[in-house]
């Protein structure tokens, strides 16, 4: 035989659950449940759930701040961010890794609010009546992403969003012109990093670090090498063309292959391509010197 049954979660809230045999309904029902009362200061029952936290499912760390700190402002934190049901949370997901269940939301807005300082966050906020500030600071995050990307991309997912709000929030943007030039730097076979292109962006475009453009192979620095060595060698002058035209000892220098760097001829972010035509072995000095390009 089988019937529905409900049992009250932590929040009071009913959970259904249907179709269970009356054996495993009794059995749950009966069994005893081992229940800790703790009392102490935060830090000693922060100690003591680390302890207990070694059976079952371990919690993950914000279900574990949520049970120390419990009180009125945990309560609130939940039905706005762990709650499944609500209507954001398919918007949230576009930015932010992680099931609304396991907390994940509820973890970033404090993240973001407390600029990384969690802990110390709900430790002071814990009898408050209302989560306005929390809602606010993450509503504006949200909503500054969503305008300045209007298109969503699966790779700006668990990208620093607080960190990046921070530091470019006051910047203005032209969506339609980001929007564009994400589509032509998605469409570039070079750039390796995609996750990187958000903030080579957000911090106007000349950055290429965030991108991760893709270096020359090898065999591509193998055979610029040799011709470009073969060429130095008979003309009598370094093999790296920026000493070749200098004036201190290093204008005749053929350096070997291990001291040499490939560089691009026309810069990357030119629209310079990583094909042997564009590649340029230069002395590690000089390199440095042409910087990230
Ligand atoms: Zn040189």
Same mark, same amino acid.
């Given at each position: ?22 054996? @495993? @309904? ?19 029952? *922060? ?27 945990? #309560? ?9 049901? +609500? ?16 907390? %994940? ?24 009546? +209302?989560?306005?500030?929390? @809602? ?20 700006? &997912? ?12 006051? *910047? ?30 957000? &911090? ?38 920026? &000493? ?8 005749? @220098?053929?350096? +070997?292959?291990?001291?040499?760097? %490939? ?10 391509? #990583? ?7 230069? &002395?590690? #000095?000089? +390199? ?6």
């Amino acid at each position: 035989m089988t019937d529905k049954f409900a049992i009250k979660d932590e929040n009071g809230m009913e959970q259904y659950f249907d179709g269970i045999a009356k054996d @495993k @309904k009794d059995k749950i029902l009966e069994t005893k449940l081992l229940i800790y009362e703790c009392e102490g200061t935060e830090s000693q029952i *922060k100690e003591w759930f680390k302890t207990i936290n070694i059976a079952g499912v371990p919690l993950v760390p914000q279900e574990l701040l949520n049970a120390i700190y419990s009180g009125p402002f945990v #309560t609130l934190g939940k039905e706005e961010f762990s709650n499944s049901q +609500n209507a954001n949370i398919q918007k949230w997901s576009a930015y932010i890794k992680g099931s609304a269940n396991r907390q %994940a939301f509820f973890e970033r807005a404090l993240d973001w609010v407390s600029k990384g300082s969690i802990d110390d966050y709900m430790s002071i906020h814990r009898n408050d009546k +209302n989560i306005n500030e929390l @809602k606010r600071y993450f509503n504006s995050v949200i909503d500054w992403i969503s305008s300045v990307f209007t298109d969503v991309e699966s790779e700006m &997912c668990g990208l620093e969003w607080g960190r990046l709000y921070e530091q470019y929030h006051k *910047k203005a943007y032209d969506p339609k012109k980001v929007s564009a030039e994400i589509r032509k730097l998605y469409g570039d076979p070079y750039i390796k990093n995609r996750k990187g292109i958000f903030e080579f962006i957000l &911090c106007g475009s000349a950055n290429t670090k965030f991108l991760e453009v893709r270096i020359f192979d090898e065999a591509t620095k193998k055979s610029v090498y040799a011709s470009q060595t073969k060429k130095a060698e008979s003309k009598g002058k370094s093999n790296c063309p920026h &000493c070749a035209i200098g004036h201190d000892a290093n204008k005749s @220098k053929i350096w +070997n292959f291990d001291e040499m760097d %490939a560089d691009h001829v026309a810069a990357w972010s030119k629209g310079g391509k #990583t094909t042997a035509k564009n590649c340029e072995m230069l &002395c590690r #000095t000089h +390199n440095r010197a042409k910087g990230n390009r």
